[in-house]
């Protein structure tokens, strides 16, 4: 089979992320996300983030979310955005894979065979998700999911001048069918668009 990447960008509470790690599996190929570029970057000796920002992300488990680049001076952003797309890129080198999140649809927009997938679900579930997954109350989930999606589309629209939703070849309510059937449904919808 040709080499693809698969770029997925989601709201939060959507279970898009799990989605994706599943899509992954079923594809069998490399899942990256943002943890993945992380650990890329220690190996490689370059600073991911800020010393401040690292103490308020063990104090906050929701920092990263709300703050995918930290929050130090826009052209500290700047500068973690631009090498973070240069990990992308790395990563996507070695082989077909599955990308969620970090600006990944943008940045490997370039790429033969790149599918790129927005996955959403209506606000009611999302906050049910959170409620179940984080431990969080209503008021909790529905403030978070606020945040984080503001937080996201405002990180998109910096750095690739569109929102998340936007520019996608597949956009999917994943609370129709679920981790594991939208995962299998997003993986033959792959192999026939790769195939065509």
């Known amino acids: 089979m040709k080499r693809y990447t698969i770029t997925i960008s989601r709201q939060f509470g959507s279970m898009g992320r799990p989605i994706a790690r599943r899509l992954a599996e079923l594809l069998d190929v ?6 993945a570029v992380e650990n890329q970057a220690r190996q490689e000796h370059l600073p991911v983030s800020i010393i401040n920002d690292l103490q308020r992300a063990a104090e906050d488990p929701y920092f990263m979310m ?6 130090g001076p826009s052209d500290v952003q700047f500068h973690l955005y631009q ?5 992308v890129r790395q990563l996507a080198d070695q082989g077909s894979c599955v990308f969620v999140g970090r600006c990944s649809d943008y940045v490997l927009k370039d790429r033969e065979n790149h599918i790129k997938i927005f996955i959403y679900a209506p606000l009611e579930s999302r906050i049910k998700v959170c409620m179940e997954r984080f431990g969080m109350n209503e008021h909790q989930a529905r403030m978070m999911t606020a945040v984080v999606d503001k937080a996201r589309q405002a990180y998109h629209m910096t750095y690739t001048g569109y929102l ?9 309510n994943s609370q129709k069918l679920g981790v594991e059937k939208t995962a299998e449904m997003l993986r033959d919808m792959i192999w026939q668009r790769l195939s065509e």
């Not at 490399?30 to 943890?35: A, C, H, K, M, Q």
């Open 30 to 35: 490399n899942f990256y996300d943002r943890e």
């Open 66 to 71: 709300k703050y995918p680049l930290g929050n």
């Open 83 to 87: 090498m973070q797309s240069k990990i």
């Open 164 to 172: 998340p939703e936007a520019e996608k070849d597949m956009l999917v």
